[in-house]
């Protein structure tokens, strides 16, 4: 994989802590000046990573004080040829990542907090798949969609990349099926909503069985599918 960093700050990429092994290959995982020096800014670095047994939906972040909320992005590594998943096959998947949004340089917000000793500054706003939702200007012609057809059952790799938050997902009127946690399958587990934790990954089912739907993503409480609240994310699953 090669790393061009195009972005203000020398930064350090992470890939072991979820959930890629790197078996005897940590030389360039985790915070910089540990086992080697950081990526500078305009550079190019190419990271060798190596896969053994993991399977599913894993993710690398950048790992620099707080690049890492908007410096990351989904790994999804398939079943090996000839093989499939232990649950019928679902007619298309989506990865979906949430994520912080924050109005301001997070290193300088990070900063700040280390120079006067308060908490850092909350995120101004959730994201998934980059976009912050309806409620939001910037956001009304770009807000994620994902068009689905009646009663078909779709695989949803969910990524929670928010910095240091819980996050609640759920789809109005719809039951979700958890298969997977961090690349490991598991007892299935159906729920009207499911909870996950920074840094987590969980592959979800659900069938598209209503005739309209909205994801939400909530802090910090679990809300009913059809209420939220100024933390939440509104965007729209649509039918086809």
Request: glycine letters at 6%.
């Amino acid at each position: 994989m090669n790393k061009i960093s195009k972005i203000a700050y020398e930064i350090s990429f992470y890939f072991s802590r979820h959930g890629v092994k790197q078996p005897r290959n940590p030389w360039s995982d985790g915070p910089e000046n540990i086992t080697q020096c950081p990526i500078s800014a305009g550079s190019n670095f190419t990271y060798e990573v190596i896969l053994s047994a993991e399977e599913g939906t894993l993710w690398w972040h950048a790992h620099s004080d707080w690049t890492r909320a908007t410096v990351h992005g989904a790994i999804v590594i398939l079943p090996p040829r000839g093989k499939y998943y232990p649950f019928p096959k679902p007619y298309k998947e989506q990865t979906i990542i949430l994520a912080s949004w924050f109005k301001g340089d997070v290193m300088a917000i990070l900063s700040n907090s280390i120079a006067t000793g308060a908490n850092p500054r909350i995120e101004d706003g959730f994201t998934i798949n980059g976009e912050p939702g309806d409620f939001y200007d910037c956001s009304n012609e770009t807000t994620y969609r994902l068009l689905v057809e009646y009663n078909k059952t779709y695989l949803l790799r969910i990524v929670n990349a928010v910095m240091n938050e819980e996050q609640f997902l759920g789809i109005a009127n719809h039951s979700l099926t958890v298969v997977a946690q961090d690349a490991a399958y598991i007892k299935p587990i159906n729920t009207s909503y499911t909870m996950i934790t920074p840094g987590q990954t969980m592959r979800v089912l659900f069938t598209a069985n209503q005739n309209t739907m909205i994801v939400l993503s909530h802090l910090p409480t679990p809300p009913p599918p059809q209420s939220f609240n100024m933390k939440a994310i509104i965007q729209s699953i649509c039918y086809d």
